[in-house]
């Protein structure tokens, strides 16, 4: 043992002895790393005893120390002593030293500042005591004193201001020296990297070492920003303790000290990694950082990785170095990146045990560490994941497709919405469309949602975002899409919000980009007013507004006029695929009809000079097409470049080359036929299937110049011309003899306002509520027949529906006075009075406060007599159970449905004849009538009742129809009470959207055939004054009443008779449009006029533009274009006048269309004349009962208002008995209105 302790102390003195040696051999051995020069002797003095070890530790000190590294080339201190205290020193040297001054300079400051204070009061004594002389005196060096501080101060606050601009981000000087400044921290971050693979402390050349001098550089440039913040700095003391000024105070003044002494030392350089904290700072900076979150997480994970670089450091240090108090002989040699291993899976509470901390330093730092490190790994880590993982699924960019145009749809997005939309726009019957869509929302998509995307990856992207945000329209390149379409939320319980929401997304797209072509979604009519405030709104350019309050009361209205017309103008906008049906059911014709859409194409030069009915029964014949409509350009020089859209225009209108023609077709392929046809090459073809291109010049030429219609028209939008889309254009024929002649004119009173301003609407003096208003004993009096029901569900709280756009429609000025059917509104008076503002200006209007669901109030309104009920409501968007908004609806439809009347004598059925053109109606033997009249019994029961229900949920159509046997299913289009005209819903005007799209047209000729011709004019009118405006019948406004408008024809009297009876429907539409200028497109047939059961269901349905070989039978009803009747208005008429009274014996005016008997009249049932005797002797006996009748243009100037003359007892018995006679109702009277 004592050889061997003896070994162990001749190792150790061995190691001690000999100087040089011991110094090469240290250095040999640990050239790369921290030299352990101990290591072998601390290994052997563990065999020896305590004292030996102790002795050679206590009397050799200085020989454990000589570590560095010496090399004949580096100058370095020739004992190899650690200098590492010395660049510790000149840190804290100059942190203690600059604090001491700080501190200093405050508190001399403070006593300076006392002191004056008191001097100052000393001074005023005396100044006070002395006298005004003395105190003038003494002024003066005082004055020069504070200016020369003022001076200083100015100055001083001048190099302060400076300062600071230059470290302040606010400039673009300050902003690239901050970003210089933490590039250049990271780049001295980098330098420690390199060099913490080299031992801690080591001899080294300035002049020699590249990283050492640019490290020298870098810090330089560290030391002047330091002098800037230092000067900017407000309160310096703060200053000195920020963490970047204690970064600078450990890092920069070593580099000094290195140079200085010619060697490095690694030290506390890892604190450069405390600069990563202000990362986003700096990215924000950049414009690279915008929203909240991604700033969040970019703070977080600097902090995170700045905290474990900065500790990973200290580590290194630590452990590389040893204690030093145990003369630095327990270090280990560790990497840095050993040292961030060490720290992660500290951080982690892993603790693998691998790499541990052997010196006492690393153990007590890895103490504190633990405490705060895993504090922040177990709240920052899962709240970075967090971020991550919340991060937008949806949040790239689009980025464009060459060739391939794409469009934004926003607003309200959801499944209903988007599948709806997706169904129309991407039919397979619009041709191949090569657009893309981009959905822009910010809620992301919910899974059904996100699937139905995914079925449609080819041609939708869906981004998460909002329009309102200018990033988010840069994202889906809103510069460069084709159009924006914003969908509104039709079920919402608010729909002035709604369409507040809407326009705010049109400004904020406009405002990003005003050339971008919007197609938005209105609830409210009044609302469509604040889009013409948007500066770059424009028609012109393509902007459409599509209402949908307006046009589904437009629709219903339609309706009143032609029952099921509803039904036919959804299904021809909207995409739908044809079924095919071998059973001989309703269902095959109607579906038939379903499977046409409304297209446009330009009219082959070959049709150039021909007339509009020429052409039309051309197309019809020959091409199997159906024109109903043409884009028509002005000759006269003023409007030339305006073009008009004019419906049924007549033969006095030639086509003119390039004339766009709208078309009714199953594909857009067969409307190419129109374009394609040619006289020379296709007059002898039959089948319309072989008209193709042929290669004639004039039509290769028209080609060329005239693009087609299928796509999106930019043509319009590079400077041509079109009708406004947020109103009907004015649709009348310019021709001379149109114009009211001198006779008529020199009638005319300057004095009276029958029409409004624009002369498209019936207008009447605005008249208080009271004076229209029924009471039900008052209605039960006055016998109402041929009228319009509208039951409408409201109360004071409800959202206005706007029934303007109801009654508008019923007042066109294509009626002359008598036809207007007299309109009684059923509800609550006061919903009715918030309504009535715009319901005022209206003749032919009344009032009956009650209920829908009342039967007293029904009967009093004669609900059997009418010629439609309409019902409504205004509370089905106050309710959150979609299946209950309706009640109130399907509650009145089925409660008319069940009330029972008496059958007394016949009158006309609804829903066995057809609304009465005017003029038409037989009402002598010298007026033979184009339009027959169905006989039949009296209504009897509230089933045959023509009712038209306003639905909000589809799926409650299954409710209407106790008998039907459609499954709940079945989509709307296909349930019989869609199909026959008794139920609409808003959902179907979805299709406007993409049809409007495609072509912009489609929405001003649907416009034009539903709200009765509304212009532009009318409607900046409404805009400023929310109400109609009177204005004198001149000319001009007279002429507006020339336009086409919707009738239905019977077949089963009349000249068509001869039709009706098996005869084809292409021998009608001929006859109709040569001999009375009317233009068919449809049927409204008996549900079971193909069977041959004796007691048939008296419900219609719809068929659309049925072919050429179609057999009609005598109960069908056609539906009509027909031309305004200038003379009809010159007689007077019954104000029992409808479609539902039976014919009376009074006289009427020949109609311009009035025809000779057919021989067909002359075989009428001899029942039927009977029957009409009986009427008329019956009527005889009501010869007391006063009757009033009403004229078209009235003697007086003034409106009339409603009255009733009570009814003598007799008469009423009468009326009791008589009751479904509309022959035997005592008329309304109607007296002078001096309001």
Same mark, same amino acid.
């Given at each position: 043992?004592?050889?061997?302790? *003896?070994?162990?102390?001749?190792?150790?003195?061995?190691?001690?002895? *000999?100087?040089?040696?011991?110094?090469?051999?240290? %250095?040999?051995?640990?050239?790369?790393?921290?030299?352990?020069?101990?290591?072998?002797?601390?290994?052997?003095?563990?065999?020896? $005893?305590?004292?030996?070890?102790?002795?050679?530790?206590?009397?050799?000190?200085?020989?454990?120390? =000589?570590?560095?590294?010496?090399?004949?080339e580096?100058?370095?201190?020739?004992?190899?002593?650690?200098?590492?205290?010395?660049?510790?020193?000149?840190?804290?040297?100059?942190?203690?030293?600059?604090?001491?001054?700080?501190?200093?300079?405050?508190?001399?400051k403070?006593?300076?500042?006392?002191?004056?204070?008191?001097?100052?009061?000393?001074k005023?004594?005396?100044?006070?005591?002395?006298?005004?002389?003395?105190?003038?005196g003494?002024?003066?060096?005082?004055?020069?004193?504070?200016?020369?501080?003022?001076?200083?101060?100015?100055?001083?606050?001048?190099?302060?201001?400076?300062?600071?601009?230059?470290?302040?981000?606010?400039t673009?000087?300050?902003?690239?020296?901050?970003?210089?400044?933490f590039?250049?921290?990271?780049?001295?971050?980098?330098?420690?990297?390199?060099? %913490?693979?080299?031992?801690i402390?080591?001899?080294?050349?300035?002049?020699?070492?590249?990283?050492? #001098?640019?490290?020298?550089?870098?810090?330089?440039?560290?030391?002047?920003?330091?002098?800037?913040?230092?000067?900017?700095?407000?309160?310096?003391?703060?200053?000195?303790?920020?963490?970047?000024?204690?970064?600078?105070?450990?890092?920069?003044?070593p580099?000094?000290?290195?140079?200085?002494?010619?060697?490095?030392?690694?030290?506390?350089?890892?604190l450069?990694?405390?600069?990563?904290?202000q990362?986003?700072?700096?990215?924000?900076?950049?414009?690279?950082?915008?929203?909240?979150?991604?700033?969040?997480?970019?703070?977080?994970?600097?902090?995170?990785?700045?905290?474990?670089?900065?500790?990973?450091?200290?580590?290194?240090?630590?452990?590389?170095?040893?204690?030093?108090?145990?003369?630095?002989?327990?270090?280990?040699?560790?990497?840095?990146?050993?040292?961030?291993?060490?720290?992660?899976?500290?951080?982690?509470?892993?603790?693998?045990?691998?790499?541990?901390?052997?010196?006492?330093?690393?153990?007590?730092?890895?103490?504190?560490?633990?405490?705060?490190?895993?504090?922040?790994?177990?709240?920052?880590?899962?709240?970075?994941?967090?971020?991550?993982?919340n991060?937008?699924?949806? *949040?790239?960019?689009y980025?464009?497709v060459?060739?391939?145009?794409?469009?934004?749809?926003?607003?309200?997005?959801?499944?209903?919405?988007v599948?709806?939309?997706?169904?129309?726009?991407?039919?397979?019957?619009?041709?191949?469309?090569?657009?893309?869509?981009?959905?822009?929302?910010?809620?992301?998509?919910?899974?059904?949602?996100?699937?139905?995307?995914?079925?449609?990856?080819t041609?939708?992207?869906?981004?998460q975002?909002s329009?309102?945000?200018?990033?988010?329209?840069?994202?889906?390149?809103?510069?460069?899409?084709?159009a924006?379409?914003?969908?509104?939320?039709?079920?919402?319980?608010?729909?002035?919000?709604?369409?507040?929401?809407?326009?705010?997304?049109?400004?904020?797209?406009?405002?990003?980009?005003?050339?971008?072509?919007?197609?938005?979604?209105?609830?409210q +009519?009044?609302?469509?007013?604040?889009?013409?405030?948007?500066?770059?709104?424009?028609?012109?350019?393509?902007?459409?507004a599509?209402?949908?309050?307006?046009?589904?009361?437009g629709?219903?209205?339609?309706?009143?006029?032609?029952?099921?017309?509803?039904?036919?103008?959804?299904?021809?906008?909207?995409?739908?695929?044809?079924?095919?049906?071998?059973e001989?059911?309703?269902?095959?014709?109607?579906?038939?009809?379903?499977?046409?859409?409304?297209?446009?194409?330009?009219?082959?030069?070959?049709?150039?000079?021909?007339?509009?009915?020429?052409?039309?029964?051309?197309?019809?014949?020959?091409?199997?097409?159906?024109?109903?409509?043409?884009?028509?350009?002005?000759?006269?020089?003023?409007?030339?470049?305006?073009?008009?859209? =004019?419906?049924?225009?007549?033969?006095?209108?030639?086509?003119?080359?390039?004339?766009?023609?709208?078309?009714?077709?199953?594909?857009?392929?067969?409307?190419?036929?129109?374009?394609?046809?040619c006289?020379?090459?296709?007059?002898?073809?039959?089948?319309p299937?072989?008209?193709?291109?042929?290669?004639?010049?004039?039509?290769?030429?028209?080609?060329?110049?005239?693009?087609?219609?299928?796509s999106?028209k930019?043509?319009?939008?590079?400077g041509?011309?079109r009708?406004?889309?947020?109103?009907?254009?004015?649709?009348?024929r310019?021709?001379?003899?149109?114009?009211?002649?001198?006779?008529?004119?020199?009638?005319?009173?300057?004095?009276?306002?029958? +029409?409004?301003?624009?002369?498209?609407?019936?207008?009447?003096?605005?008249k208080?509520?009271?004076?229209?208003?029924?009471?039900?004993?008052?209605?039960?009096?006055?016998?109402l027949s041929?009228?319009?029901?509208?039951?409408?569900?409201?109360d004071?709280?409800?959202?206005?529906?706007?029934?303007?756009?109801?009654?508008?429609?019923?007042?066109?000025?294509?009626?002359?006075?008598?036809?207007?059917?007299?309109?009684?509104?059923?509800?609550?008076?006061?919903?009715?009075?918030?309504?009535?503002?715009?319901?005022?200006?209206?003749?032919?209007?009344?009032?009956?406060?009650?209920?829908?669901?009342?039967?007293?109030?029904?009967?009093?309104?004669?609900?059997?007599?009418?010629?439609?009920?309409?019902?409504?409501?205004?509370?089905?968007?106050?309710?959150?159970?979609?299946?209950?908004?309706?009640?109130?609806?399907?509650?009145a439809?089925?409660?008319?449905?069940?009330?029972?009347?008496?059958?007394?004598?016949?009158?006309?059925?609804?829903?066995?004849? *057809?609304?009465t053109?005017?003029?038409?109606?037989?009402?002598?033997?010298?007026?033979?009538?184009?339009?027959?009249?169905?006989?039949?019994?009296?209504?009897?029961t509230?089933?045959n009742?023509p009712?038209?229900?306003?639905?909000?949920?589809?799926?409650?159509?299954?409710?209407?129809?106790?008998?039907?046997?459609?499954?709940?299913?079945?989509?709307?289009?296909?349930?019989?009470?869609?199909?026959?005209?008794?139920?609409?819903?808003?959902?179907?005007?979805?299709?406007?959207?993409?049809?409007?799209?495609?072509?912009?047209?489609?929405?001003?000729?649907?416009?034009?055939?539903?709200?009765?011709?509304?212009?532009?004019?009318?409607?900046?009118?409404?805009?400023?004054?929310?109400?109609?405006?009177g204005? +004198?019948?001149?000319?001009?406004?007279?002429?507006?009443?020339?336009?086409c408008?919707?009738?239905?024809?019977?077949?089963?009297?009349?000249?068509?008779?001869?039709?009706?009876?098996?005869?084809?429907?292409?021998?009608?539409?001929c006859?109709?449009?040569?001999?009375?200028n009317?233009l068919?497109?449809?049927?409204?047939?008996?549900?079971?006029?193909?069977?041959?059961?004796?007691?048939?269901?008296?419900?219609?349905?719809?068929?659309?533009?049925?072919?050429?070989?179609?057999?009609?039978v005598?109960?069908d009803?056609?539906?009509?274009?027909?031309?305004?009747?200038?003379?009809?208005?010159?007689?007077?008429a019954s104000?029992?006048?409808s479609?539902? $009274?039976?014919?009376?014996?009074?006289?009427?005016?020949?109609?311009?269309?009035?025809?000779?008997?057919t021989?067909?009249?002359?075989?009428?049932?001899?029942?039927?004349?009977?029957?009409?005797?009986?009427?008329?002797?019956?009527?005889?006996?009501?010869?007391?009962?006063?009757?009033?009748?009403?004229?078209?243009?009235?003697?007086?100037? +003034?409106?009339?208002?409603? #009255?009733?003359?009570?009814?003598?007892?007799?008469?009423?018995?009468?009326?009791?008995?008589?009751?479904?006679?509309?022959?035997?109702?005592?008329?309304?009277?109607?007296?002078?209105?001096?309001?």
């Amino acid at each position: 043992m004592a050889n061997g302790g *003896g070994g162990g102390g001749g190792s150790s003195g061995g190691g001690g002895g *000999g100087g040089g040696s011991s110094l090469r051999m240290s %250095s040999n051995i640990h050239a790369n790393h921290l030299s352990l020069d101990a290591s072998s002797s601390s290994s052997s003095s563990s065999s020896s $005893s305590s004292s030996s070890s102790s002795s050679s530790s206590v009397h050799e000190p200085k020989m454990d120390a =000589l570590i560095i590294p010496v090399t004949m080339e580096v100058p370095c201190d020739s004992r190899g002593q650690r200098m590492w205290w010395a660049f510790l020193a000149s840190s804290m040297v100059t942190f203690f030293g600059g604090l001491f001054i700080i501190l200093l300079w405050r508190t001399l400051k403070y006593l300076w500042t006392v002191c004056c204070h008191c001097g100052g009061k000393t001074k005023e004594a005396q100044k006070i005591n002395n006298g005004s002389s003395q105190a003038d005196g003494t002024l003066k060096p005082v004055d020069e004193k504070e200016e020369a501080v003022a001076a200083e101060v100015g100055w001083m606050t001048s190099v302060k201001d400076w300062a600071g601009v230059m470290i302040s981000a606010q400039t673009l000087t300050g902003r690239v020296l901050v970003v210089l400044v933490f590039a250049l921290s990271i780049g001295a971050l980098v330098i420690y990297f390199i060099d %913490s693979s080299n031992p801690i402390e080591s001899c080294q050349n300035f002049y020699k070492d590249f990283t050492l #001098q640019i490290d020298m550089a870098f810090n330089v440039f560290f030391l002047l920003y330091f002098g800037l913040r230092f000067i900017a700095a407000n309160d310096k003391l703060w200053f000195w303790l920020e963490v970047n000024s204690v970064v600078d105070f450990f890092t920069v003044p070593p580099v000094f000290v290195s140079v200085y002494l010619n060697r490095s030392w690694l030290g506390l350089r890892f604190l450069r990694a405390l600069r990563l904290i202000q990362f986003s700072e700096i990215l924000q900076f950049l414009n690279i950082l915008k929203t909240s979150n991604s700033i969040k997480l970019v703070n977080l994970l600097s902090i995170f990785i700045s905290t474990w670089l900065t500790a990973a450091g200290f580590i290194h240090l630590v452990e590389n170095s040893g204690d030093p108090w145990e003369n630095f002989q327990n270090n280990q040699a560790l990497t840095y990146w050993e040292c961030v291993y060490l720290l992660m899976v500290t951080m982690s509470t892993v603790g693998y045990g691998d790499v541990y901390a052997k010196t006492t330093l690393g153990r007590l730092f890895m103490v504190f560490f633990i405490l705060g490190g895993l504090a922040m790994f177990a709240s920052y880590v899962p709240e970075i994941i967090e971020l991550i993982g919340n991060r937008k699924k949806y *949040g790239g960019s689009y980025s464009a497709v060459s060739g391939r145009k794409h469009i934004v749809v926003c607003g309200h997005i959801t499944l209903e919405s988007v599948s709806n939309f997706l169904k129309d726009f991407l039919h397979k019957d619009r041709d191949d469309v090569n657009v893309e869509i981009v959905f822009l929302h910010n809620i992301s998509p919910n899974l059904e949602l996100e699937a139905l995307f995914k079925r449609h990856f080819t041609q939708v992207e869906f981004y998460q975002g909002s329009v309102l945000n200018p990033h988010d329209l840069a994202r889906v390149k809103i510069e460069s899409a084709d159009a924006c379409l914003i969908l509104a939320n039709k079920y919402c319980a608010d729909p002035d919000a709604e369409d507040a929401s809407n326009i705010m997304r049109v400004i904020s797209i406009k405002n990003y980009h005003p050339k971008i072509r919007i197609i938005t979604q209105m609830l409210q +009519y009044h609302n469509k007013a604040h889009l013409l405030n948007i500066p770059s709104w424009n028609w012109k350019e393509g902007d459409d507004a599509i209402c949908l309050a307006e046009l589904k009361l437009g629709f219903i209205a339609q309706s009143c006029l032609a029952q099921g017309l509803s039904t036919m103008l959804a299904n021809l906008f909207s995409m739908r695929s044809f079924i095919k049906i071998e059973e001989d059911t309703w269902q095959k014709y109607y579906l038939e009809g379903v499977s046409n859409e409304m297209y446009t194409e330009y009219l082959s030069s070959a049709f150039v000079g021909l007339s509009f009915p020429t052409v039309c029964e051309l197309c019809f014949v020959k091409l199997k097409l159906l024109m109903i409509a043409i884009e028509y350009k002005s000759a006269n020089r003023e409007s030339r470049s305006r073009k008009r859209i =004019l419906i049924n225009p007549g033969n006095h209108l030639k086509i003119q080359e390039g004339t766009l023609g709208f078309f009714i077709a199953s594909d857009a392929k067969e409307v190419k036929r129109a374009f394609f046809y040619c006289k020379a090459c296709h007059d002898d073809i039959t089948d319309p299937k072989r008209i193709k291109k042929c290669g004639c010049k004039r039509l290769i030429y028209f080609e060329d110049e005239q693009p087609s219609t299928l796509s999106p028209k930019k043509k319009q939008r590079n400077g041509g011309m079109r009708n406004s889309p947020n109103s009907s254009p004015k649709l009348m024929r310019h021709d001379p003899l149109l114009i009211p002649g001198n006779d008529q004119i020199d009638n005319m009173d300057s004095n009276v306002k029958k +029409y409004d301003s624009t002369g498209m609407f019936h207008w009447c003096a605005p008249k208080e509520i009271e004076k229209v208003i029924l009471t039900r004993s008052e209605a039960a009096m006055t016998v109402l027949s041929g009228h319009v029901v509208v039951c409408i569900f409201g109360d004071v709280s409800s959202a206005l529906i706007g029934l303007r756009n109801l009654v508008m429609p019923l007042r066109a000025s294509n009626f002359h006075y008598h036809e207007l059917k007299h309109i009684v509104f059923v509800g609550s008076i006061e919903y009715l009075k918030r309504e009535w503002e715009t319901l005022h200006n209206f003749p032919k209007v009344s009032i009956l406060p009650g209920t829908p669901l009342s039967r007293a109030d029904l009967r009093a309104v004669n609900i059997n007599l009418c010629d439609m009920c309409v019902i409504l409501s205004a509370n089905q968007n106050n309710i959150d159970d979609t299946s209950l908004q309706d009640k109130e609806c399907i509650l009145a439809s089925l409660n008319i449905k069940s009330m029972q009347f008496d059958d007394s004598i016949g009158v006309l059925q609804a829903n066995s004849q *057809g609304f009465t053109p005017p003029g038409m109606d037989r009402s002598s033997p010298d007026n033979s009538p184009v339009h027959g009249m169905l006989r039949q019994p009296s209504i009897t029961t509230g089933v045959n009742i023509p009712i038209i229900t306003e639905l909000v949920n589809d799926t409650n159509v299954q409710f209407l129809d106790q008998d039907d046997d459609d499954d709940p299913d079945t989509e709307l289009y296909l349930t019989q009470p869609f199909a026959c005209g008794t139920a609409f819903a808003v959902s179907v005007l979805d299709s406007l959207m993409s049809a409007t799209y495609f072509n912009d047209n489609i929405l001003t000729l649907i416009r034009t055939l539903v709200t009765g011709g509304a212009t532009p004019e009318l409607e900046a009118l409404i805009a400023e004054e929310n109400a109609l405006r009177g204005g +004198y019948s001149t000319p001009q406004t007279l002429a507006n009443r020339d336009r086409c408008r919707v009738a239905q024809l019977a077949l089963l009297d009349g000249p068509f008779a001869d039709l009706g009876d098996g005869g084809c429907y292409g021998d009608l539409f001929c006859k109709a449009l040569k001999t009375y200028n009317m233009l068919c497109f449809g049927i409204y047939r008996l549900r079971d006029a193909h069977l041959s059961t004796p007691s048939q269901c008296t419900k219609r349905y719809v068929i659309t533009n049925p072919p050429y070989e179609f057999e009609l039978v005598p109960t069908d009803l056609i539906f009509c274009l027909m031309q305004f009747d200038h003379n009809a208005g010159q007689s007077r008429a019954s104000l029992s006048h409808s479609s539902h $009274s039976s014919q009376s014996s009074s006289k009427k005016s020949s109609s311009v269309h009035s025809i000779p008997s057919t021989a067909n009249r002359q075989n009428r049932p001899k029942s039927r004349e009977s029957r009409d005797k009986q009427n008329a002797t019956r009527m005889n006996r009501m010869g007391q009962a006063e009757k009033k009748w009403f004229t078209d243009e009235p003697d007086n100037a +003034y409106p009339r208002n409603i #009255q009733i003359k009570p009814m003598s007892t007799h008469m009423a018995n009468q009326i009791n008995q008589y009751k479904s006679t509309s022959s035997l109702i005592p008329p309304i009277r109607e007296v002078e209105d001096e309001c």
